[in-house]
């Protein structure tokens, strides 16, 4: 029995270490998760899906809890997977002649591989009439990365704001 449990304490010596080092081998650092997530957000600004969809994980989510009742249909941005976030976002683009967005940085802070953007947020769009739509309210986005890939968004803006400062020029 003590010749199975000092081999036992040998095979951990010798085990653990090297799940520990494949561990922190396979974690990005934190300028390398951040760097990822400010050019996914740069891309994702663009509202062009062939520039942020490649930056998605296969199973990423796409959330925007605060949108109930702004989105299109009355209901919210929800996507669960790569492809459903693609065409969801791209469908809302394309409703317009052009829409994007900018983020103006008041604070950024990663931890254990999530970013949170604190913003101003402002959209201009310009309809398929050609209204033009102008608007800046307050943004927090975070986003998740994981393996070099973006595993989900979630947006928390003050759509109501939003709906009250609305103006086409």
């Given at each position: 029995?003590?010749?199975?449990?000092a081999?036992?304490t040998?095979?951990?010596?010798?085990?653990?270490?090297?799940?520990?080092?494949?561990?922190?081998?396979?974690?990005?650092?934190?300028?390398?998760?951040?760097s990822?997530?400010?050019?996914?957000?740069?891309?994702?600004?663009?509202?062009?899906?062939?520039?942020?969809?490649?930056?998605?994980a296969?199973?990423?989510?796409?959330?925007?809890?605060?949108?109930?009742?702004?989105?299109?249909?009355?209901?919210?941005?929800?996507?669960?997977?790569?492809?459903?976030?693609?065409?969801?976002?791209?469908?809302?683009?394309?409703?317009?002649?052009?829409?994007?967005?900018?983020?103006?940085?008041?604070r950024?802070?990663?931890?254990?591989?999530?970013?949170?953007?604190?913003?101003?947020?402002?959209?201009?769009?310009?309809?398929?009439?050609?209204?033009?739509?102008?608007?800046?309210?307050?943004?927090?986005?975070?986003?998740?990365?994981?393996?070099?890939?973006?595993?989900?968004?979630?947006?928390?803006?003050?759509?109501?704001?939003?709906?009250?400062?609305?103006?086409?020029?």
């Open positions: 029995m003590k010749a199975i449990i081999a036992a040998t095979l951990s010596l010798i085990v653990a270490p090297a799940f520990t080092e494949t561990a922190v081998a396979e974690e990005a650092s934190s300028a390398d998760v951040i990822l997530a400010e050019d996914y957000l740069a891309a994702y600004s663009t509202f062009d899906t062939a520039k942020f969809g490649p930056f998605y296969d199973n990423a989510v796409f959330s925007d809890p605060t949108s109930h009742g702004f989105a299109p249909g009355g209901g919210a941005f929800e996507y669960d997977g790569k492809a459903a976030i693609v065409k969801g976002l791209g469908d809302y683009a394309a409703q317009y002649k052009s829409f994007s967005v900018h983020y103006d940085l008041e950024r802070y990663e931890s254990g591989g999530v970013v949170v953007f604190i913003a101003a947020l402002t959209y201009e769009s310009t309809s398929k009439d050609g209204k033009t739509y102008t608007g800046t309210n307050p943004v927090v986005t975070v986003v998740e990365v994981r393996h070099g890939k973006v595993v989900r968004h979630t947006d928390y803006y003050d759509y109501r704001e939003n709906a009250v400062d609305l103006r086409a020029d």
